[in-house]
């Protein structure tokens, strides 16, 4: 095969490659970056905005669960093989066959806190003084959620708070906090009155 032979055939692979590409949608880079401009969400949520509210009915017809929840308003980074920026959420629930409860769980992770154990998780209202609150795992022993006790006691201090830091332990972690805005909570749309 000669050098013109080669060329040619070279030059005629180009024209396919090209025509096949703007047949089949073009530039993939240029796709691939205003996918990522759209996901990106500039606009910062106002106090109070982040608590999330939720009714539903019990599967097993014993009334209605009540729930609200706030994420963690700082990310804490963990290592390998939990690694990543990840944010804490605290929900409050009334369940008819539970009762009440205080949730705190993390996206990934493992929480040192068994089913069958107390542990206890420092929790700290605006600037008080840290408590140490008694808290227990999951029944399913899933290792991202806890169960803090004292569901009274907790509420009402949150109620009169800004904001609340809770620190766990978690496995090869030590005890990170999480800080949760928790300014504006909406008791009448937490548990409407009938």
């Not at 703007?22 to 691939?32: E, K, M, V």
């Not at 980074?77 to 605290?90: E, H, I, K, M």
């Not at 066959?97 to 542990?119: A, M, N, P, T, V």
């Not at 003084?129 to 201090?157: C, H, L, Q, W």
């Amino acid at each position: 095969m000669g050098c013109g032979t080669l060329i040619g055939v070279v030059f005629l692979g180009a024209i396919i490659i090209s025509a096949f590409s703007s047949i089949t949608g073009g530039d993939t880079a240029s796709q691939s970056t205003a996918s990522t401009t759209q996901a990106i969400d500039p606009t910062p949520k106002s106090l109070g905005s982040q608590w999330l509210y939720n009714l539903s009915d019990d599967a097993m017809g014993k009334g209605a669960i009540h729930q609200a929840e706030v994420s963690s308003s700082n990310t804490v980074n963990f290592d390998f093989p939990y690694s990543g920026a990840q944010r804490a959420t605290l929900t409050l629930r009334i369940h008819p066959r539970h009762g009440k409860d205080i949730l705190f769980s993390i996206e990934k992770g493992q929480i040192l806190c068994h089913s069958y154990e107390d542990c206890s998780v420092l929790v700290r209202f605006d600037d008080e003084k840290p408590t140490n609150y008694s808290a227990i795992g999951a029944a399913d022993n899933s290792t991202e959620t806890i169960f803090i006790r004292n569901y009274s006691g907790f509420v009402e201090k949150m109620l009169k708070a800004k904001r609340v830091r809770i620190a766990a332990n978690i496995y090869q972690e030590g005890t990170p906090a999480f800080e949760f805005d928790v300014s504006n909570f909406d008791q009448g749309k937490y548990k409407p009155k009938k």
